[in-house]
């Protein structure tokens, strides 16, 4: 079998994860948690439901004093009150009689079964029930913390907060959450060429599209995005501004990091008295000549020009990175099986990113690879959205063969 001599994407993954330690904590309010990595368990401080619960409109009835009736073909029970939630019946039911009650509502001491409303036969003075039902103990009730009991755990340490957690929290009554900091993540964009976004463009100038892309792909990884001054073709200004950004979590650089004569980044870095390259260049495309160092006790992800280069390095390694910061415990990258529509030719010895669009046909998932890959061509990668993954070395696909995909997360 074929190897290829540069270092692998999975060993790259894996030298990340390990060169990066869990962020420190701090308290946030509830509403405010959306997003946000769980550094400690959410634990129930009460049961919920707090008491048994009606799940019906209906009428509530002591199961034991109900069945001694069954040598009757009609049962009449006497209604003494109402029940509703927030709002519950306050006095004990003896013998025969019943409380109506709505649902949500508190059962009253002495109940344990709701007869639904439909079951039931009004008397023309209200006072009165009839029905002949055969009943279940139990019936139509929400025990006491039936969603959660008191000191149980809702939610582990690692969890990414969404919109369906925070409603599960917030019936606990907790109004603050302990979730890990959001790591603050420097970036820098090298070149002559490069001005800000809104300039005027002089001749041979571009805007800085990759510091918005990036700033934008960070916050959703549950980072914290700080542009610094575009950096001009030299490597001591290179060098100055990352020394004034050294305490942040993480410098993530764009262009700069190849074999040619404006690649400045490397050069820079040998100007810190503490300086170590972990690896440079991966067996990926786009993406090749990835560079992870650290300048004194900062980490530096150095990212390929090309904004197509720069945006998928930066949803491998900069997501990893800051999922690890966060303590994040979801499973990443996730690849998915897809029927290929289309062909690919053999690949070569670098793991491959293919630009590519999802469509869903009888429950299958179909990708269509897009015609063009060059990694300058930010519309064609804003346009897909997928990348379709291939191994080393794979062979030909063709049409109707099942294939690998990574999805784009939500706003990526």
């Keep these: 079998m074929q190897k290829s001599n540069l270092l692998s994407l999975d060993e790259a993954i894996k030298k990340i994860k390990l060169s990066f330690d869990k962020i420190s904590s701090e308290d946030v ?40 009736m069954n040598n009757k073909t009609t049962k009449k029970l006497k209604v003494i009150g109402e029940s509703s939630a927030g709002n519950s019946f306050p006095k004990k039911i003896e013998g025969l009689e019943t409380v109506r ?17 439909e079951d039931v036969k009004n008397s023309s003075n209200k006072k009165y029930v009839e029905t002949k039902i055969n009943i279940k103990k139990n019936q139509f009730v929400r025990k006491k913390g039936l969603d959660f009991k008191k000191n149980e755990i809702l939610f582990n340490e690692g969890i990414v907060i969404n919109s ?39 001749k041979d100038q571009i805007p800085n599209g990759n510091s918005l892309m990036l700033a934008s792909m960070i916050k959703e990884f549950g980072g914290k995005p700080r542009i610094l001054p575009i950096a001009g073709d030299n ?3 290179i060098y100055k501004i990352l020394k004034d950004a050294s305490d942040c979590d993480l410098i993530v650089t764009t262009g700069g ?6 690649d400045l980044i490397q050069k820079a870095l040998k100007h810190f008295e503490k300086n170590k390259t972990e690896f440079w260049k991966i067996a990926m495309r786009p ?9 004194n006790n900062t980490p530096l992800i150095g990212l390929p020009g090309n904004p197509v280069s720069s945006g ?6 900069v997501n990893i990175a800051i999922r690890t910061m966060l303590g994040d415990s979801s499973q990443f990258p996730i690849f998915k099986k897809a029927i290929l529509n289309g062909k690919l030719l053999r690949n070569d010895q670098r793991f491959d990113f293919v ?22 061509m930010i519309t064609k990668f804003s346009h897909s959205d997928c990348l379709i993954t291939r191994k080393p070395f794979d062979e030909i696909k063709n049409i109707g063969e099942v294939i690998k995909i990574l999805k784009f997360p939500n706003n990526i």
């Excluded at 009650?101 to 409303?117: C, E, M, N, R, Y």
């Excluded at 993406?287 to 300048?295: D, E, Q």
């Excluded at 630009?355 to 300058?376: F, L, W």
Aim: proline residues 4%; aromatic residues 8%; contains cysteine.
């Design 29 to 68: 309010f509830i509403q405010n948690a959306l997003g946000r990595c769980l550094s400690k368990p959410v634990v129930s401080s009460i049961d919920n439901p707090k008491y048994d619960v009606s799940s019906m409109d209906g009428y509530a009835v002591n199961y034991n004093n109900y069945i001694r």
């Design 101 to 117: 009650i709505f649902t949500g509502a508190k059962l009253p001491s002495g109940t344990d079964t709701v007869i639904i409303q």
């Design 164 to 202: 369906r957690h925070i409603g599960s929290i917030a019936m606990t009554g907790q109004t603050w959450l302990t979730v890990s900091r959001k790591p603050i993540v420097s970036i820098l964009s090298t070149g002559n060429e490069i001005i800000k976004v809104g300039e005027i463009q002089k």
């Design 235 to 237: 490597e001591l200004d």
């Design 257 to 262: 990091v190849s074999v040619g004569k404006y």
């Design 287 to 295: 993406g090749k000549p990835l560079l992870f160092s650290r300048i």
């Design 312 to 317: 998928v390095c930066s949803l491998i390694f």
């Design 355 to 376: 630009r590519a669009n999802i469509n869903y046909k009888n429950g299958d998932t179909y990708v269509t690879p897009i015609t063009t890959q060059d990694s300058s």
